[in-house]
């Protein structure tokens, strides 16, 4: 159980464009879901939280209007990116939190979107 | 800000050998969670902590809430190759279920067979 699914797993995209990234929980639902940033060699970096039916809540230095965040149900949240740039090329994690009970959260396989 | 500080940053051993990392904080967390992170994968959960002093196995691994809720710690014995990856750990402070988590930097190992 507590299965998170990311789509697409990788993208190409010309500078300029926009790209949809969704995150799906599988097996449960998930009043709360997070996007994460990751670089190379390095930790996690969060840069929001989503829950479902309300606006997003983002991190100190992230662009809300150049990285939009919809939390469309109790078990899709999507990123999209737009106007990408090549400075926005990353790999790109969805999480998201078991509804009720103790704190689990779970990870999707991440989305490498490469803007060329 | 809170920040979590994760030892060692890398670890390189021999199959079999036994393998401890820690992570450490000046703030108070109220759970703790240890994941495990392959090359162009997500991370995966291995272990979650909730109770100060609570410790926990998952086959060959083991983790600890510390006692004063400011540290814990993953054991992994008898290391096999499929042990290589990044661990992390997180924190969640506070008394909301719905809060975010505060990652360590990560331990990078590697398990030589």
């Known amino acids: 159980g507590a299965v998170v699914s990311q789509h697409p797993s990788w993208v190409i995209c010309k500078s300029g464009t926009s790209v949809k990234i969704e995150c799906r929980s599988l097996?449960?639902?998930?009043?709360?879901m997070f996007w994460y940033r990751q670089f190379p060699k390095q930790s996690l970096m969060l840069m929001a939280t989503?829950?479902?039916?309300?606006?997003?809540?983002?991190e100190q230095g992230v662009e809300k209007d150049k990285f939009l965040i919809n939390h469309a149900s109790l078990t899709l949240s999507t990123l999209t990116v737009t106007s990408a740039h090549p400075e926005d090329s990353s790999f790109y994690i969805c999480?998201?939190?078991?509804?009720?009970?103790?704190?689990?959260?779970?990870f999707g396989p991440g989305t490498r979107l490469t803007v060329t | 800000g809170q920040q979590l500080n994760q030892s060692p940053q890398s670890m390189f051993i021999q199959e079999g050998e036994d393998v401890s990392m820690n992570c450490t904080s000046s703030?108070?967390?109220?759970?703790w969670l240890w994941y495990k992170q392959d090359p162009g994968e997500g991370p995966v959960l291995l272990i979650a902590?909730?109770?100060?002093?609570e410790l926990t196995s998952n086959g060959r691994l083991t983790a600890q809430f510390g006692i004063t809720r400011k540290d814990s710690f993953l054991n992994i014995s008898a290391s096999i190759p499929s042990d290589v990856g990044i661990y992390f750990c997180?924190?969640?402070?506070?008394?909301?279920?719905?809060?975010?988590?505060?990652f360590g930097q990560g331990t990078t190992l590697q398990v030589k067979p």
């Open positions: 999480s998201a939190l078991v509804a009720g009970g103790i704190y689990e959260q779970y």
């Open positions: 097996d449960f639902q998930a009043t709360t």
């Open positions: 989503s829950n479902e039916g309300s606006k997003a809540t983002y």
């Open positions: 703030s108070i967390f109220n759970t």
């Open positions: 902590l909730y109770k100060a002093g």
């Open positions: 997180a924190g969640l402070s506070g008394s909301s279920n719905t809060g975010k988590l505060i």
